[in-house]
């Protein structure tokens, strides 16, 4: 390559599954189109760090609840969209995680159930509200209601 370093345009898969020699030699990995790819994949990508370039082109992660919530910043920053692919019962925890996911948006005809214990119910943020379809009480939680002043719930 006389010193310089090569440019490789491909999809993500195949960017991935480029072997450490021709690495050594890539100054810029750039995605050739708009694509999607599970959290994992765009966990390696980010991984490529200052040599990875989406391009222009559009990158959608595409997964289940728990993969989503667990994305970082910088992985979320190559991202156009991230895209819920299944219903998911989650827990107030994931549900704020899932929350702050900047473009999050549920594949056609999936879910999100919010489900935990009082305690964590009543800390729930709006947000988290605001992408929930249900949001229930775990089913073996006993929950009494007092009437007195207000409202409480309590657990046992």
């Known amino acids: 390559t006389g010193g310089r370093l090569l440019t490789v345009t491909d999809t993500a898969d195949a960017l991935l599954a480029l072997d450490s020699d021709i690495m050594l030699r890539v100054g810029t990995l750039r995605?050739?189109?708009?694509?999607?790819?599970n959290a994992a994949e765009l966990r390696d990508l980010a991984e490529?760090?200052?040599k990875f370039s989406v391009n222009g082109h559009a990158l959608t992660v595409a997964d289940t609840a728990i993969p989503l919530a667990?994305?970082?910043?910088?992985?979320?920053?190559l991202t156009s969209q991230q895209l819920l692919t299944s219903s998911a019962v989650v827990s107030v925890h994931t549900a704020e995680e899932l929350a702050v996911k900047p473009n999050l948006v549920p594949a056609s005809g999936v879910t999100l159930t919010i489900?935990?214990?009082v305690a964590h119910l009543l800390d729930l943020s709006e947000a988290a509200q605001d992408i929930a379809d249900v949001i229930r009480l775990i089913p073996q939680h006993l929950v009494r209601l007092w009437v007195d002043v207000g409202?409480?719930?309590t657990e046992n």
């Open 31 to 37: 995605l050739v189109a708009d694509e999607t790819v």
């Open 48 to 50: 490529l760090g200052f």
């Open 70 to 77: 667990g994305l970082n910043a910088i992985e979320l920053a």
């Open 115 to 117: 489900q935990d214990t």
């Open 151 to 153: 409202v409480a719930f």
